[in-house]
């Protein structure tokens, strides 16, 4: 454990309450000697004409909770990972934020944010957005840095670049002060110069992204005590070894499912170490059920004593550059009882990151009211959106297929493949519509009218610079209204033209569209809100808001004044009148969207197209 010299912790204390006299302190100036840094394994240096630091070095006397630190930086570009680090306290626990500049330009992950709990850093658990980002770090030159800390979140600036590489929406360390310090490899690959910090509590940041557990995320764990991994046989479990005492401690997960077993455990030295983390899995009856799963760096995989799974995910194990990062990658499928199953998983640790996540990877959670009807799967290409024709008793399905051809095809009411190429020469067709006996299908370009008697194509009506027309539905005059998704514009269609009709104002990339009662309902996805527009006045207000960043789809009516409406990540509602939104299903965990789907009400069915999956789904409805 590293120790930090200088006056105790009451006294930095005392200091600390002297220092700060107002939010935002002036940006100070911190040279590099031993007066006002701890250089705990570090040297200072003249480097390309500079008073130049290299190795790890704390700021003496200073402990900031919100604030900006300010560095120049300079690298080789050989393989390193020079950081600055925050809020650090006595039990070897802070937030760093690193470079890797030996994949700038090659990898989005140049910049990355890495908790430290018990003085283990945990770099392969915390990847992707919110944790890397890209940045240009060019090598042997010095390159200004800036980071700002406030609250839960960071973010990271490279080059004096007005927009930061990196955002930090959830600092995994409770906001606190703590010292600051800078880590380089003393190897000549990294250096620092021209230091300076500031404490500041008048920054702010946009709010976060909502932290969100998917259906089956398994959260609820039980950790043994720290194993010398050389003292234990994977391939058996703690009962079968005669373990007993194994300290169990419960904690929950992270929101994504992560457990870092480094926030409970610390490491007995440092040869390999393992602990074993125990679950229990309900079933109401016999079943297999698919459970995926990630981990860094070893795993043993038990069901109710059986070993299922053993396998490496350590750095270059699987591949000369594999970086050893933890995710969803693995599954195992596990034969449950009914009643309760134990789940155990020994989770061992090399460097670099001690964690686990698993997830029910069949979890799709749904209304009692929803019964699975009928499914067609691998024949059709990226259905995006089903409708039905009530005078012919079939259904209408899109193909986007953007490697060619888009086409229809035709479907019984019992999810039969009447016609798979019904009708082609589509270019990537998106939204249906039926009016007036033709039927009508969206495209790039604008809307082809078709003869569903014939399944030709009797015209196509050209849109004025559309960027990407997604759905369309007619009003009771006879005017057609197609969404523009990335234009935010609401395009109207009449014999012979389409054109924008309503833009701004609060339209941020429309998609699903419904007619009724006088008002245009549209699914506005730049802030997951149902909106409608008054056809006569063009008076618009919001009907209801749905979850931040939901992707919305499909919409459509139901009796009694409610919506059905879709979010494309694979989520259905219903939405009644006075705006009450009720989640009917939710299939993100097995990872089917939810596209431009059909609601009948003279069958009960709600038929949803899944486009990247390749199917089309129907459930029978009890309302």
């Known amino acids: 454990m590293r120790r930090r010299s200088g006056i105790g912790w009451d006294g930095m204390l ?169 880590d380089a490899p003393t190897d000549g690959s990294a250096f620092f110069s021209r230091f300076h910090y500031r404490q500041d509590e008048t920054l702010t940041f946009p709010s976060p992204p909502p932290q969100i557990i998917l259906p089956g995320t398994v959260t609820r764990w039980s950790l043994s005590r720290v194993f010398p991994l050389n003292e234990i046989d994977l391939e058996r479990t703690p009962k079968q070894q005669g373990i007993r005492d194994l300290q169990w401690l419960a904690v929950e997960s992270e929101a994504d499912g992560l457990v870092n077993i480094a926030r409970y455990r610390k490491r007995s030295g440092n040869a390999p170490d393992c602990v074993f983390a125990r679950t229990v899995i309900r079933a109401d009856d016999d079943e297999v059920r698919e459970f995926r799963f990630g981990y860094s760096d070893a795993i043993a995989v038990f069901c109710n004593g059986r070993l299922l799974y053993s396998g490496s995910s350590a750095r270059s194990q699987r591949d000369p550059s594999f970086l050893g990062v933890a995710g969803y990658n693995d599954a195992v499928y596990l034969t449950l009882e009914d009643g309760e199953n134990e789940l155990i998983f020994c989770v061992a640790e090399l460097s670099g990151g001690w964690g686990f996540m698993c997830r029910d990877g069949d979890a799709e959670p749904r209304d009692p009211r929803l019964e699975p009807a009928w499914e067609i799967t691998r024949e059709l290409r990226f259905p995006e959106a089903v409708i039905w024709d009530a005078e012919r008793e079939v259904f209408y399905a899109s193909n986007l297929f953007p490697e060619g051809d888009g086409f229809l095809s035709k479907i019984s009411a019992d999810g039969d493949l009447l016609a798979r190429r019904w009708v082609s020469g589509l270019e990537r067709p998106t939204g249906l519509a039926l009016h007036n006996g033709m039927l009508y299908a969206v495209t790039r370009t604008g809307v082809a009218e078709i003869d569903p008697a014939t399944g030709m194509i009797a015209r196509r009506i050209e849109a004025d610079n559309p960027r990407f027309l997604n759905d369309i539905t007619f009003d009771d005059t006879g005017i057609g209204y197609v969404t523009d998704s990335r234009a935010s514009c609401i395009f109207r269609m009449t014999e012979e033209t389409l054109s924008c009709w309503r833009s701004g104002d609060g339209i941020a990339n429309p998609n699903g569209l419904y007619y009724r009662d006088g008002e245009l309902y549209f699914g506005n996805s730049g802030d997951a809100t149902i909106r409608a527009i008054r056809i006569e006045d063009e008076r618009m207000r919001t009907v209801a808001q749905l979850d931040p960043g939901s992707i919305l789809d499909g919409l459509t009516g139901m009796s009694g004044g409610r919506l059905l409406v879709s979010a494309h990540e694979g989520r259905v509602f219903e939405i009644l009148p006075e705006g009450e939104v009720h989640p009917l299903l939710d299939r993100r965990t097995t990872r089917r969207f939810c596209a431009d789907f059909a609601w009948v009400p003279e069958l009960r069915l709600l038929v949803i197209p899944s486009l990247r999956e390749n199917s089309i789904t129907a459930f029978s409805v009890d309302n």
Request: glycine share 8%; net charge negative.
């Open 14 to 182: 005392t200091l600390i309450s002297i220092l700060v006299l107002s939010n935002a302190a002036a940006s100070q100036t911190v040279e590099f000697d031993a007066a006002r840094w701890n250089l705990e394994r570090a040297s200072v240096q003249y480097h390309e004409g500079r008073s130049s630091l290299s190795g790890m070095a704390f700021l003496r006397d200073v402990m900031v909770k919100d604030g900006v630190v300010e560095v120049d930086v300079y690298v080789t570009g050989a393989e390193s990972r020079p950081g600055i680090i925050f809020r650090r306290t006595e039990d070897d626990a802070y937030e760093r934020i690193s470079l890797r500049p030996h994949r700038s330009g090659l990898y989005p992950d140049a910049v990355q944010y890495t908790p430290v709990f018990n003085d283990i850093e945990s770099w392969q658990l915390y990847y992707g957005p919110g944790y890397t980002g890209e940045a240009s770090i060019p090598a042997d030159r010095w390159t200004r840095l800036r980071l700002e800390f406030s609250g839960s979140q960071a973010r990271l600036f490279v080059g004096g670049s007005k927009s930061p590489a990196l955002v930090v929406h959830d600092l995994k360390h409770a906001a606190a002060r703590g010292t600051i310090g800078l």
